[in-house]
């Protein structure tokens, strides 16, 4: 008994006769008969009496042609379910990330991942960067975003980005069409600055004794996005973070690159335990692409024509 056979015998089942099956499956009608024929052969009796002109189902034929159909049944179901799976329909996807990331990247990709699997399930929690390596490591969440260090035990770097951090000033500013920014740049500026206690501050405070350069913080801050939002308003100039200046891409705040350069490192982890599901696969590549177009606009671009 083969496929093709219970195909042919269920195609004249339901279309009533062997030329409208044929029709059908795109089969000669010679071709149907043979198969039937084979069929009876292969099962031991007949499904079909031949009356001249037309086929008429057996007792025997009416009754296998109910199994037949739970059958049929059954592998719909099944290609219901491969499909299911295969649009991640029963997946539920959990990602922490470190704020920054969580203020356009994270969100981004996630609604871009909705647009490929509109019926996966997906989670965000926003946390510390310490926090999030914890939750990884824990396989409390399926990926994670995390600012530098990020050296933690159970954590594997999946991706790992170091950019360098950008100069934002209001546009109209003297300096705003400037190549670059230098620490005596700042020197006679309104300066926004980050604290020291982030990594960011701690690197600039560093650059600022080795080159013995004196620069007084008006207003100091935690948050790069917050001295964005103050230099947009007109306010002094800063230094943040290029995931922080990209938000403002499109407003009247100017980047431009900052001399001596500081980095800003950050990474896509996952836990070494963990088995990476097909969701976690396509999320990393979507994150992947938009933090790419986030922090080297002007390479990803050039990258995308040249792909096109």
Do not use: W
């Amino acid at each position: 008994m083969k496929f093709n056979q219970i195909e042919a015998y269920r195609a004249v089942m339901l279309a009533g006769s062997v030329s409208d099956a044929a029709h059908f499956l795109n089969v000669s009608q010679p071709g149907i008969s043979r198969l039937i024929k084979d069929l009876e052969r292969s099962i031991g009796f007949d499904l079909f009496d031949r009356i001249p002109g037309r086929i008429v189902p057996t007792p025997e034929g009416e009754a296998f042609f109910k199994y037949v159909q739970r059958t049929y049944t059954g592998l719909q179901y099944l290609e219901g379910v491969a499909k299911d799976i295969a649009n991640l329909k029963h997946d539920r996807l959990r990602i922490a990330s470190f704020p920054a990331a969580s203020l356009e990247v994270v969100p981004r990709s996630i609604v871009r991942m909705n647009a490929a699997y509109p019926d996966l399930k997906m989670r965000l929690e926003v946390h510390s960067s310490l926090r999030v390596l914890d939750l990884v490591s824990s396989r409390q969440v399926d990926v994670g975003i995390a600012a530098f260090p990020v050296d933690y035990p159970g954590v594997i770097l999946e991706r790992v980005y170091e950019p360098f951090c950008k100069c934002v000033l209001p546009a109209g500013h003297p300096k705003s069409g400037a190549g670059s920014i230098s620490l005596e740049d700042l020197k006679d500026e309104t300066n926004i600055g980050i604290s020291e206690e982030l990594s960011i501050g701690n690197a600039l405070v560093a650059a600022r004794i080795e080159s013995n350069v004196k620069i007084d913080n008006l207003i100091e801050t935690t948050s790069d996005y917050t001295i964005c939002k103050i230099v947009e308003m007109g306010l002094g100039i800063g230094v943040v973070d290029p995931l922080a200046a990209s938000l403002f891409r499109e407003t009247s705040v100017v980047a431009i690159e900052f001399k001596p350069e500081v980095k800003f490192g950050f990474a896509i982890v996952l836990s070494e335990h963990a088995i990476r599901s097909r969701a976690v696969d396509k999320f990393i590549k979507i994150l992947h692409e938009t933090v790419k177009q986030a922090i080297y606009p002007v390479q990803f671009e050039s990258h995308q024509s040249s792909d096109s």
